[in-house]
């Protein structure tokens, strides 16, 4: 095993997403020798589909068909499935994190003063948008503009790059706490895959790595996972700590699509605007995507002739909070949905259906479900305690995985607030 690139670190974190990348960010600006390992690359985002589909859309990496033959996605590359993600904001449920001893208010409240989190600006809201809004609303609909992670004084009216990865810098994106990092003094390596966590005497003491096709070790009395809802799970099993299958969460969507004629759009921030019916656990949304994306969706359901239709075809999110089930295994990610979750599809479905109706759409169609957003596989409460620490000393979780139900909301701040909140605790107790 050849030596890492420097022997010691204060800590060590495994996977650069909001999750890791936020612990890393806190520990490095408190003074902490921190290690980020990363899988994927850190090439600068282009905004290209042929970057995004080498981030997430690689079969048995970034991408994962299901038994029933939906798809799980995530994003593989420096900053996660951020790079990729519709940057919408929302904040931690509090009733959910203060049943297991956590207030993450105080963190909310620095990071939305920090970053730059707020509805868009009507100049940025496009005309699907705006139209699917107007529809909703026409219903009575409690449809509002979302906060969004962008910033407006940067982000170009018409643009359809943000699904891609923003090239621009106008999308947040965790690869800017990791920038953050790194300027306080944290080392990056890129391409450098984590095995497992390395444990002595019922402690962390450093982890196992490949990097350019060789293995490394790296030392340091703090570990911390943060491979998302897949990765995690698997570092801990690899690392002989946790279960070889761990049930999890994805938050299934379904895009309702219909076509309204003398509409010209389809370049435009998606998830501008929505609605949410908490006690249901449904999300809808506006969710207009670049033309090769849309086309996916149509040729996926046979709807050939809706291909050439992009520009004219308004697009609806609907999420479900889905039942934690199905399983993350050492090679695998596999979920089906639940008769529960059907249901939930279907109302949220009608609804959808609905508000295409009032917006005067036709020839409605619905795309098969996918997901991206995959955790509760390593819950707070089962497999880290209320400060993220797994089954030893210096070892920790933090991503996704340890959201501790079900969920059905945009996690980054949720993770973003944990990371803070791990960082602080640790520098605090060191
Ligand atoms: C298309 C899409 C749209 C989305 N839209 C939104 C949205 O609007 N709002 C929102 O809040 N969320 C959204 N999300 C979800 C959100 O981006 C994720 O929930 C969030 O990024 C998860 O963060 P994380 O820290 O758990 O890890 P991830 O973002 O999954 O990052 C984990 C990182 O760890 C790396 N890794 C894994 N295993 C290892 C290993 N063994 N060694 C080294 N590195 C490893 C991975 O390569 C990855 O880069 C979206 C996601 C996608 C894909």
Redesign the pocket.
């Known amino acids: 095993m050849k030596q890492p690139l420097s022997p010691d670190y204060d800590a060590i974190v495994?996977?650069?997403?909001?999750?890791?990348a936020s612990v890393a960010r806190t520990l490095a600006q408190r003074g902490w020798r921190v290690l980020i390992?990363?899988?994927?690359s850190g090439a600068p985002l282009k905004g290209t589909l042929g970057q995004m589909a080498r981030f997430?859309a690689v079969p048995g990496r970034s991408a994962f068909v299901h038994r029933d033959a939906s798809l799980l996605?995530?994003?593989?590359?420096?900053?996660?499935?951020?790079s990729?993600?519709?940057?919408?904001?929302?904040d931690p449920p509090a009733a959910m994190f203060a049943a297991h001893g956590i207030d993450l208010v105080p963190e909310v409240r620095t990071l939305r003063a920090e970053l730059p989190i707020g509805p868009l600006p009507d100049h940025l809201l496009g005309p699907m948008a705006s139209r699917i809004m107007a529809g909703a609303r026409s219903l009575g609909l409690e449809w509002h503009k979302l906060d969004k992670m962008i910033r407006p004084q940067i982000c170009r009216s018409g643009c359809w790059r943000c699904?891609y990865g923003c090239p621009f810098g106008a999308k947040w994106s965790?690869r800017d706490f990791v920038e953050q990092a790194c300027a306080a003094g944290a080392t990056l390596l890129s391409e450098?895959?984590?095995?497992r966590a390395l444990l002595e005497d019922g402690k962390a003491i450093g982890v196992v790595?490949r990097h350019q096709g060789e293995r490394h070790s790296a030392r340091a009395s703090t570990v911390v996972l943060?491979?998302?809802?897949i990765?995690s799970p698997?570092?801990l099993h690899a690392s002989g700590l946790g279960p070889r299958e761990s049930a999890f969460f994805s938050d299934p969507v379904v895009a309702v699509m219909g076509t309204v004629d003398g509409l010209d759009g389809g370049a435009e921030v998606p998830?501008a605007a929505g609605m949410r019916l908490d006690v249901q656990g449904i999300s809808l949304a506006d969710l207009t995507l670049p033309r090769p994306m849309y086309q996916g969706f149509t040729a996926q359901v046979g709807r050939l002739d809706r291909l050439s239709a992009h520009a004219r075809t308004l697009s609806i999110m609907v999420k479900i909070r889905d039942d934690i089930g199905g399983s993350v295994g050492p090679r695998w990610a596999d979920k089906t949905l639940t008769p529960a979750d059907r249901n939930k599809l279907d109302e949220g479905v009608g609804l959808a259906r609905q508000v295409l109706a009032a917006c005067g759409a036709s020839h409605v169609f619905q795309s098969w479900h996918f997901a991206?957003?995959p955790?509760g596989s390593v819950r707070i409460g089962a497999g880290v305690d209320h400060n993220l620490r797994a089954a030893a000393d210096g070892l920790y979780v933090c991503?996704?995985?340890v959201i501790p139900q079900a969920w059905g909301l945009?996690?980054?701040?949720t993770?973003l607030a944990l990371g803070q909140r791990l960082g602080t605790h640790l520098a605090d107790s060191a």
């Not at 943060?226 to 809802?229: D, E, F, N, Q």
């Open positions: 495994a996977g650069s997403g909001p999750g890791g390992l990363e899988q994927g997430g996605v995530q994003g593989v590359n420096v900053g996660g499935s951020s990729l993600n519709f940057a919408t904001a929302s699904a965790a450098a895959t984590v095995e790595y943060a491979g998302g809802g990765g698997r570092l998830m991206a957003h955790g991503d996704a995985s945009p996690p980054t701040l993770l």
